[in-house]
């Protein structure tokens, strides 16, 4: 796996690209389907931050972290990632618009398929919703994929109720939503 964490240090890819954005702390099962879908498209890349993104969002209350940063990165690397991108999320970043980066990312690393969970928003007050994410998807000519909510046993699968399932002690389903002991 190629890991970089600047938008200039992006090397030439072989193309499709299948390209993903987000935390992803835990990499748990739905990360996991979202991964093998990116697999399916071409060369899987994930976009993802060294910091949780609510650290600069909402200072003081961002969540305590499932994984590590290398021990997700090492995730990355057993769901087959090709390429990961580690950016730190910043004020900076913060305040760009969903439209602005994904140009910028798209100029660097030219994806042919965006692939995001559903309800996912990205950019400056989470304004790059999937009806405008769609739209800039045909302008810049890539297919921007929208997965259902990831469902295990009948509960959505996300690291927000993986942290609930071990704030309350109830490890043996974090586990199981995780899809392996941590």
């Known amino acids: 796996m190629i890991i970089v964490e600047s938008l200039e240090d992006l090397p030439p890819v072989a193309g499709p690209i299948a390209l993903t954005i987000g935390s992803f702390d835990g990499v748990h099962l739905g990360h996991q389907h979202?991964?093998?879908q990116l697999k399916s498209c071409g060369t899987a890349a994930v976009v993802?931050?060294?910091?949780h993104p609510a650290e600069v969002l909402k200072p003081g209350s961002a969540p305590p972290m499932i994984d590590t940063l290398d021990q997700k990165i090492r995730r990355f690397e057993m769901n087959g990632i090709d390429l990961t991108l580690i950016l730190p999320f910043t004020q900076e970043l913060s305040c760009l618009s969903y439209d602005t980066f994904l140009r910028q990312l798209h100029r660097r690393l030219p994806f042919t398929h965006l692939i995001l969970g559903e309800g996912s928003a990205l950019g400056h007050q989470a304004q790059g919703t999937e009806?405008?994410?769609?739209?800039?998807a045909k302008e810049l000519h890539f297919e921007a994929i929208y997965l259902s909510k990831f469902l295990f046993d009948g509960q959505i699968v996300s690291s927000k109720r993986i942290r609930e399932l071990i704030n309350s002690?109830?490890?043996?389903?974090?586990?199981?939503?995780?899809?392996?002991r941590f």
Request: no cysteine; charged share 25%; proline share 0%.
């Open 34 to 36: 979202l991964f093998r």
């Open 131 to 136: 009806e405008n994410i769609k739209a800039i």
């Open 48 to 51: 993802t931050f060294s910091n």
């Open 169 to 180: 002690g109830n490890f043996e389903q974090a586990f199981r939503l995780l899809g392996r």
